[in-house]
């Protein structure tokens, strides 16, 4: 076997302190004929377009630290479609994967218009068969481009669609708004109407939600679930400790507000996937989870974008400018390298990535110290627990005790709601020692 060549050493891996990005973010080389030094990517969050329709007041993309769109092309280019499109089949026959996921993204992906789209799918889809492989392929979208020809063309290619709704028109209008203030509820309404056409069934892939506080939580999960759509998923706003979320955190107010959309979801009878809460329920069974959000697994995802180069995690451009650089793109470095790095800045699945008082919390193996993003600041770089520490203990303590109860077959009694709210404090009281 060949030797590792890796000149990145994890205690010097750069930790994004100050406001400006390191120089080089990611100055080590991975050998590209080495396959043993990461885990294979699954999914490829594919930048197809790196501008947006719609000014959102929360995007990742353009309203935090980062500003890296701003020197991007708009567009993927053809040219470097195709050399992704190489490296994505390298990788997967490199690693005998039968089925990878592939995220048309941007900004807006639908910006590209029908012909990139359909030029991507029918090549990816080509390529991969002659390896003996398939792709599933979704569009995650704001939907406001999103019409009959252009579902047509989805349909031809079986690309299925992601949606963003935070919720009923009251909520969506309050932050996903054209630059001229428009409001976006009617849009994905329409859009939504069209996926529920006999012939799109089917299509519809999920609802990513933002969570604002300003919604009524039950209200929030019913105007999504009125959409019957196979899966939900819920966002917390990303912030950073310097850099906190917009209602700030407190005492958890997010987690009450997760625990209340739970309870309805719950008290439903789980009636579609909502991936956070599912996720949460699996890690407290012994699963992996299957979020990101939570638990302890490194993301089984890379970022392409638009000019060709791996990025890390779209959740870190809340922390710094250049954050998700990783100084490797399609041209001269095969996929393997980007997972060689991610070993690297996550060397066992997760624990040892986490401080101190995320790895004696009794709840670490469910929260995982949620988002890497949302550790950073404070002059510690990575090394705090989340800025949503109080609400991911509140939201996972709580799911545990509804699990409790469903097992015990009984309604919760003043008396257990007691022992939960003693436990949450148990775990949430060791957050406020780091206040
Ligand atoms: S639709 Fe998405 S990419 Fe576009 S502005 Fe809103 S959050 Fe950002
Ligand atoms: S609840 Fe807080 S301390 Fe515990 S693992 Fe999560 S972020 Fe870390």
């Not at 406001?19 to 699954?42: C, K, L, M, N």
């Not at 990816?124 to 792709?135: E, Q, S």
């Not at 987690?255 to 439903?268: E, K, N, P, S």
Request: aromatic share 6%; charged share 25%.
């Amino acid at each position: 076997m060949r030797m590792r060549v890796i000149d990145v050493v994890p205690g010097q891996a750069p930790t994004f302190d100050s406001a400006t990005a390191p120089v080089e973010p990611w100055p080590g080389r991975a050998d590209p004929d080495d396959a043993s030094v990461g885990r294979p990517f699954d999914q490829f969050v594919v930048k197809i377009h790196g501008r947006c329709n719609l000014a959102c007041d929360y995007c990742y993309v353009y309203e935090m630290r980062d500003s890296g769109w701003r020197d991007r092309p708009r567009v993927m280019a053809a040219e470097v479609a195709d050399r992704l499109i190489a490296r994505i089949v390298e990788h997967v026959d490199r690693h005998r994967l039968g089925r990878v996921r592939v995220i048309l993204h941007g900004g807006e992906p639908l910006l590209a218009g029908p012909e990139p789209i359909e030029r991507f799918a029918a090549a990816i889809r080509h390529r991969l068969a002659a390896v003996g492989a398939t792709a599933q392929l979704v569009v995650q979208s704001n939907g406001v481009l999103l019409d009959a020809a252009l579902l047509d063309v989805l349909a031809r290619y079986d690309i299925r669609v992601g949606l963003s709704l935070d919720g009923d028109r009251v909520a969506q209008d309050r932050h996903r708004r054209r630059a001229d203030g428009r409001g976006t509820h009617a849009d994905v309404a329409r859009a939504l109407a069209l996926l529920e056409l006999p012939r799109h069934r089917g299509r519809l892939e999920g609802l990513l939600c933002t969570v604002d506080l300003a919604n009524e939580p039950r209200a929030t999960c019913a105007a999504l679930l009125a959409h019957r759509p196979p899966m939900i998923d819920f966002l917390l706003p990303h912030g950073t400790w310097d850099h906190p979320p917009p209602s700030g955190c407190g005492d958890g107010p997010y987690g009450r507000w997760l625990a209340a959309a739970f309870d309805h979801w719950w008290d439903a009878g789980r009636p579609v996937r909502v991936r956070l809460f599912d996720a949460v329920l699996d890690l407290w069974a012994g699963g992996a989870g299957g979020s990101e959000a939570v638990g302890l697994a490194a993301a089984d995802a890379v970022v392409i974008e638009t000019d060709g180069t791996y990025q890390r995690t779209d959740s870190l451009r809340a922390v710094a400018d250049g954050a998700t650089a990783t100084g490797l793109d399609v041209w001269r470095h095969p996929l393997d390298a980007a997972s060689a790095l991610r070993a690297l800045e996550q060397p066992t699945g997760g624990l040892d990535a986490l401080c101190g008082i995320c790895r004696s919390c009794p709840v670490v193996r469910v929260c995982g110290g949620g988002l890497r993003a949302h550790r950073h600041g404070r002059g510690k770089g990575f090394d705090n627990p989340s800025v949503y520490c109080r609400d991911l203990a509140i939201l996972v303590g709580h799911v545990r005790f509804r699990m409790a109860e469903r097992l015990s077959g009984r309604r919760a009694s003043a008396v257990d709601g007691a022992r939960v709210g003693e436990a949450r404090e148990v775990v949430v009281g060791r957050s406020a020692a780091f206040d």
